[in-house]
């Protein structure tokens, strides 16, 4: 304070107008609520979190009501200000949620709610996950002749344009996902179902079974049966029970089963009991008789209904028809009726139907989401234009080059569900990738015979591609054995975000958007924008065999159909940069680094087909070209990789309020180099295990019985990574250092040097303190063992449309991500 007074202008000569600008600049500084504790009448004790994030809000609302010009948004700020100064004074008064909402976002850093501010921004974007995006969806699968409460399809020139009217919610879109996440383990409203479905036809069965003597009902419980013998016969085969409809061929089924068991049973009967002396006499056998199915059955077969609204019917047909000693016992699932309900209409219609169904979909990957998963749905586009692959050259009956070029932007909306060691995250945004792709080769071969030719071909592919992405991000930060509270948290906010003006506030006026509703009814969560570009270089080589290349003549003309199968063989390299940077946010990644090195080498089979093709003609005598063969390409194939190699490193510094941290990773492809990073450090990653072990009844975990334990643990996983290695080729083995307290603490006082210096305008102090910050960084001491993670991860992406001259195209993209195993153990 001294030299707060010494410093101060002649100007002004209050102190206490200097007290309220040290507090402001304090308030943006990192640590700056540390200091200003310090010079505090309490200064002799640290700050708690509890009471650093509302002074720090108040600071901030105050500084930033000194430059609105806005009233509304001084109002705003103002409500922000008088929570966080009822938490500092610890009492009990009590706000309306909006008010709650305004202190929230504050806290991740929006200082303004007015339009075109980054606030009123991530509010649109969220309004547009959860309708635009629905309503396309359900436009997409409405018929033509829809009724008046349909939502209107776009326009015709809009759905003409396919990086236009996208959604990452498309029917086929959701069934991939459903596949994909599934073949990981993970848990979904298909499998959820299908549960229950499969544990309703066994209590069923039960019932029909002591039920087999009931006295003329034998029609029906054979009716039953032939029911449930359908729908398991469907289940064998892979059939999803929750995703079927019955349809008319289900009755013509179900009745053949039945007529099938009702002979059975018929035949069953030929022969009379034996008498005394163990004789049977042969009964005369009658005439087959028509059967049909019972009135309700028939019903069903034309009903549509689903699986399990079908087995409810006849549950609740055999209450009525059986004596009460025989009826069936009443079911108890273990899913929420309303959450049942509402996942049984989803998956009957296959695509979403309204905005809530968001959260039927996203709500079996949260409730069961463990570290590392990760499940993200992309839906779009392409647009771009070439020059096609031609022999661009004289007539050669047997040599020619080959060159292509293509320019192409494609644009994608995507949701994503993540639990990196951060936290669990949701996050909806868009993509855009600008590719520029060459393919230069050479061709060679000849005729062997009429109308058949083989040729082969040699071609280098060069790629070069960038991509843009920017996103809304729910964040709440991962503590440990409390990951139950914060899947309960993420899909509380996930449903605060899509029943926005369905839910009703505890307390005062209605939410006026998603965002307001999140932070109202989240305290804990961070909300940020993500700012993210990656740049990707690839190099391919092929070579491919055509053979044998057939043409079928029409007619006299030179136009004719070929039809060519062509395997090949691929070499490719990436290297992929990424960046990535977060705005606002309590919790956010800041400045963000990845470098990758890729490389594969497989095989594919395609089999291609010209509807309408010319042959190349010689030239003539005395003329001195010919013309080149053309032809209109079609290509059906399929790739498979036969080795993949993989190395990444990866920096991610984040801010946990105003406090320094990071993780840095290395991803492989084989479990070799994490063997070799367990080996060269292998009691600090036995001391890493015995931190998360419990402690004896003195507070100390550093016991014989600990060490051991972690010893045990760290042999189990060596075992594990080896098994992988052997069974599993596309898993990538991550092994995650975090930064030290310690260090964090230091790059904090740079970064408050730093901030100070860039408010003064002092740009050479400011560098200095970026140069000792990255020393920091370079350090090894900096680092500290955190995890050893093994990831699985799945994809499925679709590309639909046409790529010669023009290129037009629709994408799906699925990705999945599971852990295989981890260390420490969860």
Not at 737 to 742: D, L
Not at 756 to 776: N, Y
Request: net charge positive.
């Amino acid at each position: 304070m001294s030299k707060s007074v010494r410093t101060r202008s002649a100007t002004n000569n209050s102190i206490q107008q200097d007290t309220l600008n040290l507090c402001r600049k304090l308030a943006t500084v990192p640590r700056g609520m540390e200091m200003l504790q310090v010079l505090s009448s309490d200064g002799t004790a640290p700050i708690v979190a509890e009471r650093a994030k509302p002074l720090r809000v108040f600071w901030n609302a105050d500084e930033a009501q000194q430059k609105e010009p806005d009233g509304k948004v001084k109002a705003w700020l103002q409500t922000a200000k008088q929570v966080a100064r009822s938490k500092l004074d610890g009492d009990e008064k009590s706000f309306d949620d909006v008010d709650h909402a305004a202190f929230n976002a504050v806290r991740n850093g929006y200082f303004s709610n007015a339009p075109g501010t980054p606030y009123a921004q991530h509010d649109q974007r969220l309004k547009k996950a959860t309708m635009e995006w629905v309503m396309r969806a359900v436009a997409a699968n409405t018929p033509e002749q829809a009724t008046a409460t349909a939502p209107a399809k776009s326009s015709l020139p809009r759905r003409l344009v396919p990086t236009l009217n996208k959604t990452p919610f498309a029917k086929s879109t959701l069934d991939r996902a459903y596949s994909v996440g599934e073949s990981m383990g993970l848990q979904s409203p298909r499998k959820q179902v299908d549960q229950v479905i499969s544990a309703r036809i066994s209590m069923l069965e039960e019932t029909l079974k002591n039920a087999k003597g009931a006295p003329g009902l034998q029609l029906e419980i054979s009716a039953a049966h032939a029911m449930l013998d359908h729908l398991k016969s469907l289940e064998k085969k892979g059939t999803h029970l929750s995703q079927v409809t019955l349809k008319n061929r289900d009755g013509k089924s179900m009745q053949s089963l039945l007529k099938a068991r009702v002979q059975q049973q018929r035949l069953s009967q030929i022969w009379d009991k034996p008498d005394a002396n163990g004789k049977r006499a042969v009964n005369v056998l009658h005439k087959a008789q028509h059967i049909e199915l019972p009135p309700l059955y028939s019903e069903l077969a034309n009903s549509k209904l689903s699986v399990y609204e079908a087995i409810n019917r006849v549950d609740e047909h055999l209450r009525e028809i059986l004596p009460p000693a025989l009826q069936p016992a009443q079911s108890v699932e273990e899913v929420l009726d309303q959450d049942l309900n509402a996942a049984i209409k989803l998956l009957k219609t296959r695509h979403l139907s309204e905005k809530s169904d968001i959260v039927t979909f996203f709500k079996p990957f949260i409730l069961e989401s463990r570290l590392r998963d990760r499940l993200r749905l992309g839906g779009g586009g392409t647009l771009g234009v070439g020059l096609p692959s031609l022999p661009y050259s004289l007539i050669s009956p047997i040599v020619s080059p080959i060159f292509s070029a293509e320019k192409s932007r494609s644009d994608e909306a995507f949701a994503q569900l993540f639990m990196p060691i951060l936290g669990m995250e949701m996050s909806f945004g868009k993509a855009r990738t600008e590719a520029a792709e060459v393919t230069i080769g050479v061709a060679a071969g000849s005729a062997v015979a009429e109308g058949v030719g083989i040729q082969a071909a040699l071609t280098g592919r060069f790629t070069a591609q960038e991509t843009q992405t920017s996103s809304n991000l729910m964040r709440f930060f991962r503590t440990r054995h409390k990951d139950d509270e914060m899947r309960g948290n993420m899909l509380t906010a996930l449903d605060s975000m899509v029943r926005w003006d369905i839910i009703d506030p505890q307390k005062g006026q209605r939410y006026a958007g998603p965002l307001e509703a999140i932070l109202a009814r989240n305290p804990e969560v961070s909300v940020s924008q993500i700012d993210a570009t990656s740049s990707t270089r690839n190099v391919a080589a092929r070579m491919a065999l055509r053979v044998p290349a057939v043409r079928f003549k029409d007619g006299a003309s030179d136009a004719s159909q070929t039809l060519t199968p062509e395997p090949s063989v691929y070499v490719e390299a990436d290297r992929i940069k990424e960046t990535r940077t977060e705005t606002g946010g309590f919790i956010s990644v800041v400045g963000a680094k990845g470098d990758t090195a890729q490389q594969r080498a497989g095989v594919t089979a395609n089999l291609n087909f010209a509807p309408i093709a010319s042959s190349a003609t010689s030239a003539e005598k005395g003329a001195n070209h010919g013309v080149q063969g053309q032809g209109l390409g079609l290509q059906l194939g399929m790739s498979r990789d036969l080795a993949w190699a993989l190395e990444k490193n990866e920096i991610s510094p984040f801010l946990i309020g105003d406090k320094q941290d990071a993780d840095l990773d290395r991803h492989y492809s084989t479990p070799r180099d994490m063997q070799a990073e367990i080996t060269a450090n292998r009691d600090l990653w036995l001391m890493r295990c015995i931190e998360t072990l419990e402690p004896d009844e003195t507070g100390n975990k550093n016991t014989p019985d600990n060490r051991l334990r972690a010893a045990i643990h760290l042999d189990a996983f060596e075992a594990t990574i080896k098994r992988l290695g052997k069974d599993s080729k596309y898993c990538q083995y991550n092994v995650n250092y975090s930064m030290k307290g310690r260090a964090g603490a230091e790059i904090d006082g740079y970064r408050g040097i730093q901030a100070v210096a860039l408010q003064r305008g002092d740009v050479q102090t400011a560098e200095k303190a970026q140069q000792a910050i990255d020393d920091i960084l370079l350090t090894k001491e900096t680092w500290r063992p955190l995890m050893l993670i093994v990831r699985e991860r799945a994809r499925d992406s679709t590309v639909v449309g046409w790529r010669n001259l023009l290129r037009w195209q629709k994408l799906s993209n699925i990705d999945g991500q599971r852990t295989a195993a981890q260390f420490p153990p969860p």
